[in-house]
């Protein structure tokens, strides 16, 4: 979600002339959009405005003006702080508030031709100011593109920010969403990844009157001339409704994976998580997508040293994760983060523990990785090309289950190919891509 606020920054700025530069030393505006998600996240914030600070010190001394921004969501849980500890800041905003960048960049340089100190907070959370703002920009046309369709959180689990910093549950108008998704496709976009932070707690009423959750809006988007693909992430397995299980099975355009957090493996754990689902119901919802659609590629995310985990615990949650083969996983350790009921929690887990209990797990999710690359070596897979690869004479693409594909293409002009699903016969396969040739 944070890639896809930044490029709506980049949108926002655009009508004042605004655009991306490599390098922060060619930048009138720096913008470093932050993510609380984890400590290391958070304090990657402050190493930053460090970095960027030498170069704003420079550009000031040559008689330049730059204006450094911090948003995202340090920004809203930690706002004020940033302003006392980084007096080099002149602005900090939310998440739900960066569609007012460019009245904030307007005021702060207006501020300082008086010679006056820059220091805007907007840390508001309403969110529907932001979407109306925001449909107002122009699209690009890429072969990919993300749209939001809900934000914020209200399910609380015990050891996560997201509902105090992008805060309570919020799900945009069916109307403006089908209205963003057709000039995504009007645009040439081909495959449209549907964003939230519990994207399948989306819910809303269509034009005609009637309720529509997830399932209906992908069976609705599909519809739109030009979506080849779609996907939705990131979902909680409380909200995969059986219905939307079946979405799997009855419409082509969405695509055979599912991103599906856990957690964990123990029902002690999920419990003092408040995950509200314990192993067994999320092992059935695997079962039942795999009823409907047998090659479904699988992630999901895990935390290890959660407060009160034991050994015990932990082989539960090695125990899932052999029984379920995951084709791609994130997992993480344990943070406590500031205002989380977690934080407090007496049995905090030795660092040591989790470090060696995160080694373990992470082991076997990457041979489960290799295991799936792997098992799709000699198919041939639709691959959408995304645009040039990395290596000369090769393009990058995804597969139906998002797996990076590299494609050697020789003399063919690449260019030509982007946006484009073509046929790749799988040759080999490595932890993080598979490599073919177009059939
Ligand atoms: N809404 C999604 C996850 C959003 S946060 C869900 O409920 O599944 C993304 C991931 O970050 C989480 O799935 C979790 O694995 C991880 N995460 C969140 N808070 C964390 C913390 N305090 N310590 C370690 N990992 C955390
Ligand atoms: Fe955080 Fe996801 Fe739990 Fe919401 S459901 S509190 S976003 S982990």
Known sequence: MNVYDTERMVDVMAPQGYEETDTPENADLVVLNTCHIREKAAEKVYSDIGRIRKIKDKKNGAGEEMVLAVGGCVAQAEGAEIMKRAPIVDMVFGPQTYHNLPKMVTNSLALKSRGEKSRILDTDLAVDEKFE????????????????????????????????????????????????????????????????????????????????????????????????????????PHDMTED?????????????????????????VLKAMNRTHDSASYKNIISDLRKIRPDIALSGDFIVGFPGETDEDFEQTMELVRDVKYAQAFSFKYSPRPGTPAAIMDNQVDEFVSSERLTRLQALLKQQQIDFNNSVVGKTLPVLIEGLGKTQGTVFGRSPYMQAVQIFVREINATDLQGKIVDVIIKEAGPFNIQGVLA
């Open 133 to 236: 703002q925001l449909s107002k920009n122009k699209v690009k046309g890429k072969a990919t593109a993300f749209l939001t369709i809900q934000e914020g959180c209200d399910k609380f689990c015990t050891f996560c920010v997201v509902p105090y910093t992008r805060g309570s549950e919020f799900s945009r108008s069916i109307d403006d969403v089908m209205s963003d998704a057709r000039k995504l496709a009007e645009a040439g976009v081909v495959e449209v990844t549907l964003l939230g932070q519990n994207v399948n707690a989306f819910h809303g009423v269509s034009a005609t009157g009637e309720e529509w959750g997830l399932p209906q809006l992908i069976r609705e988007i599909a519809k739109i001339n030009g979506f080849e693909r779609i996907r939705y992430t990131t979902s909680h």
């Open 244 to 268: 939307l299980i079946k979405v799997h099975g009855d419409t082509p355009e969405c695509m055979p994976y599912l991103h599906l957090p856990v957690q964990a493996g123990s029902d002690k």
